[in-house]
Structures are given as C-alpha cells and as structure tokens.
C-alpha cells in the first residue's frame, strides 16, 4: 500500500526567510518556487522538500500563520537519514531552529533527534544503517 515517500511539506507564513533558510541547509535553491509553493530535491533518492505558504494552505493547517504557534511542533515527524545527528543538529541549532528532542541512541546503530526550524516544523534526524544498507545494495546492482 505504502510504496515511498514522495513529499514532505512544511508550512511557513514568511516564504522569503524560509527559502533563505532551506537554501543555506540543502546548498541549492528550489527547483520549483511559486507564491504558494516551493520545492527542492535532496538526498540520495532527490526526495521531495516543499513548503507550503500559509496562506495557501487549508483551514485546518492555517493555523500555522497564527504567530502563537510559531515553534511548537505540529503534526507528524518524518525523519531524514544523515551521517552526523549531533553535528547536524547543531548546525540546525547554529541556524535558528530549536532542539525539540536531543540526540538518542535508539540501539543497534540507529540515532534520532529533532529540531523545529523558525516556523514550527519538526524536522526529524536519524542515522539509520537500515538506510545505508539499501542504499548499498542498489548501488551494487547497478
């Protein structure tokens, strides 16, 4: 039922900080950038990172134009595969984001954390050798 993950989308009521933002974090600007939406391919599999402007977005996700919600967490945390969690954690933090959950060693090789960047988005870091481990195998078979 679930073949991939294709988009993740975050929400932001200041589009021009956040593309500033993101572009400092990927290194890339936006392959897509509209009033309403941009979006930037990263990683390994180029999954896709949008952002939604807030105004844009359906009554149940406005709230997140709402200043008073600006840096608590909302909704579901998709976690992305890097290779340093603590680093990449702190140069999240170096950025503006705030640490919402510390680094964690889950066992046997996995590693999580989070941060909510300037907006409120949780935006989950793990070190995953699940993830590795496909990835090599792909490369093998090609």
């Known amino acids: 039922m679930l073949r991939g993950l294709t988009t993740v989308t975050f929400y932001s009521p200041d589009f021009e900080a956040t593309r500033r933002w993101y572009t400092e ?14 979006e930037w391919r990263i990683g390994d599999y180029q999954h896709e990172f949008g952002v939604v402007h807030s105004t844009y977005a359906g009554s149940d996700l406005a709230r997140t134009a709402d200043p008073d ?24 933090v170096a950025m503006g984001a705030k640490e919402h959950d510390s680094p964690r ?3 046997t090789g996995f590693i ?5 960047d300037p907006w409120g988005n949780v935006l989950g870091l793990m070190y995953n050798p ?13």
């Open 25 to 38: 974090l990927f290194g890339i600007a936006p392959y897509l950038d509209t009033p309403a939406y941009m």
């Open 69 to 92: 919600t600006i840096g608590r967490p909302a909704g579901a945390v998709v976690f992305w595969h890097v290779d340093d969690v603590p680093a990449t954690l702190e140069r999240l």
């Open 105 to 107: 060693d889950r066992g």
């Open 112 to 116: 999580t954390a989070s941060a909510i």
């Open 130 to 142: 699940h993830y590795l481990e496909i990835l090599d195998s792909l490369k093998a078979e090609s």
